[in-house]
């Protein structure tokens, strides 16, 4: 069933576990997800985002993933992860996606809560959700994650809410996008300090590639949803490699890299600890 935010992360949240954002651009990583999650009858999130509209246009990929969720088993909600520019945001809605992200955290602050807060009144009108982004969290893969002084702090965390009233907050707290190089410094003490301080629902973006115990501290301390990708791509990359390496023929290919991405799906929400959850 289609769903937005609100749905399932206010419930994540109470009952102290995650549900997963994975990122699926094409039919082999929707397939994955979907199933994965009805296996375990978890909630879960998918999407694209605007850096991969590239590998996956978004005209082209949006009635697929909605009919998907709309058919789904569990709740799904079909997300536009870091949006850029109001109009591809806009763009989103309008293909029918249940839920948005506006990313201006790079930008002027001020600028990214008035645009941000715009895009909240325009999707609540439409029974869509918004997550915002305060703080920076960088690319582990040219060496800009988040630093201390990039790390959100409490009073951003409040002051953003309460100017653009979003469904869901993602924070710096040390992780980044993509492959990490070095272990991840994560600030566990920042995010138990902005959890007690604001009641919406915090997401951490960049999961691929921390440890378990790095996610489990994070969800008990207060993260109700996960962003992962890159985990995914490199099993479906290991497939693709164990493919041709069999000589196997496009199709076999294709239906191995849908079994190693889902499996590592499963991993992932198994580990958030949000299977019967749905």
Do not use: W
Request: glycine share 8%; with cysteine.
């Amino acid at each position: 069933m289609l769903v937005n935010l609100n749905d399932v992360l206010k419930k994540a949240q109470k009952e102290h576990y995650a549900v997963g954002l994975f990122n699926a651009p094409d039919t082999v990583m929707l397939e994955a997800t979907i199933s994965a999650a009805e296996e375990l009858n978890s909630p879960i999130i998918i999407g694209t985002a605007e850096v991969l509209l590239p590998y996956g246009d978004l005209k082209l990929i949006a009635p697929g993933m909605i009919a998907a969720a709309k058919r789904a088993k569990v709740p799904v909600v079909v997300h536009f992860d870091h949006g850029l520019t109001f109009e591809r945001c806009i763009e989103a809605l309008k293909l029918g996606f249940s839920s948005v992200m506006f990313d201006g955290s790079a930008g002027d602050e001020k600028q990214n809560m008035a645009d941000t807060r715009e895009i909240v009144r325009i999707a609540h009108a439409m029974g869509a959700s918004v997550e915002g982004e305060i703080g920076h969290v960088g690319e582990a893969d040219n060496g800009d994650g988040a630093d201390g002084d990039r790390y959100t702090t409490v009073a951003e965390a409040q002051n953003f809410l309460a100017a653009t009233g979003v469904d869901a907050l993602a924070i710096a707290i040390g992780t980044a996008h993509g492959a990490y190089k070095a272990k991840p410094r994560l600030d566990i003490e920042r995010l138990k300090e902005i959890r007690a301080a604001v009641d919406t629902p915090l997401v951490l973006h960049g999961g691929s590639g921390l440890s378990d115990d790095d996610f489990k501290n994070t969800i008990r301390e207060g993260i109700a949803k996960v962003n992962i990708f890159t985990d995914l791509c490199l099993a479906g990359e290991a497939a693709m490699r164990r493919a041709v390496s069999e000589n196997l023929n496009y199709l076999e290919a294709r239906n191995l890299t849908v079994s190693a991405v889902k499996a590592a799906v499963k991993e992932k929400l198994l580990l958030f600890g949000s299977q019967n959850r749905a």
